[in-house]
């Protein structure tokens, strides 16, 4: 089930290097301009007219309304778009990066600008992981898979089929058993509130298995499990509220909130 971003660089299509691709979208780099960057709709999610491909423009289109890009600017077909950037990875091989207290607010200001532009457009995901997280410039953060994509329904998510399950969900979602099954789409702040806190802890150093099966056995006990004292070093700030707040055990009362 896992769609993972795959880097292939040194992979040329005419004057252009592919940099990542997924099933349903293209990112590369012109040869010509270093800094100068496309993505494009997949070929196979153009022409097809099925709910994939529905969930392939609303992440298309949600890349392009964030208004996070540089220089953005859009095809005559609609299907490709170019911004400006100096670099691109994924979170996952951008870990070994030193996260500060500013980072993870830049990462959360970007993931939520990200969502909320999904919400008006009742999608939402229904969780994060390093794998699918693309890093622009170093401070520009952008979830770049359908994977975790689903639309929303009276604000619930419905599983229909078999979904991956990463380190990072809400425990709600990782425990679900049964299909069909519908859950809150706030499984999405805790899962933000996951990636953040690991961040903070430097634990993404100290586990690169959370990076190498993106789709652990549920059953294990690797999941991860939070309480207040984990979050000492930035206790009494205002992200030490916002991660608690998204965290909460009942999904009803979670809440992105940062003051």
């Not at 100068?36 to 099925?50: E, P, R, W």
């Amino acid at each position: 089930m896992y769609n993972n971003i795959n880097n292939i660089n040194n992979n040329n299509i005419n004057n252009d290097t592919i940099i990542f691709f997924t099933k349903e979208l293209t990112i590369y780099n012109n040869k010509e301009i270093p800094d100068l960057f496309k993505i494009k709709l997949s070929s196979n999610q153009i022409q097809s007219h099925n709910e994939y491909k529905s969930k392939s423009t609303i992440l298309f289109n949600n890349l392009k309304q964030t208004k996070l890009l540089t220089g953005l600017t859009v095809n005559k077909e609609k299907n490709e778009f170019s911004f400006q950037a100096s670099s691109i990875s994924t979170l996952s091989e951008y870990r070994n990066s030193k996260w500060s207290y500013e980072k993870c607010q830049i990462l959360i200001y970007c993931l939520i600008k990200q969502l909320n532009n999904l919400l008006n457009v009742n999608y939402s995901f229904y969780g994060y992981s390093p794998q699918t997280i693309i890093v622009i410039n170093e401070n520009i953060f952008l979830q770049i898979s359908t994977e975790y994509l689903y639309p929303l329904e009276n604000n619930k998510i419905t599983f229909h089929s078999p979904f991956t399950k990463s380190f990072f969900i809400a425990p709600e979602v990782r425990y679900v058993s049964i299909i069909p099954s519908k859950v809150n789409y706030k499984c999405i702040y805790y899962s933000l509130a996951v990636i953040v806190t690991y961040l903070l802890q430097n634990s993404f150093f100290k586990n690169t298995e959370l990076f190498t099966n993106p789709n652990p056995n549920p059953n294990k006990s690797t999941y991860p499990t939070f309480s207040e004292s984990d979050l000492n070093q930035i206790k009494g700030t205002k992200l030490y509220w916002f991660l608690l707040r998204a965290l909460h055990e009942d999904p009803e009362k979670r809440k992105l909130i940062y003051i």
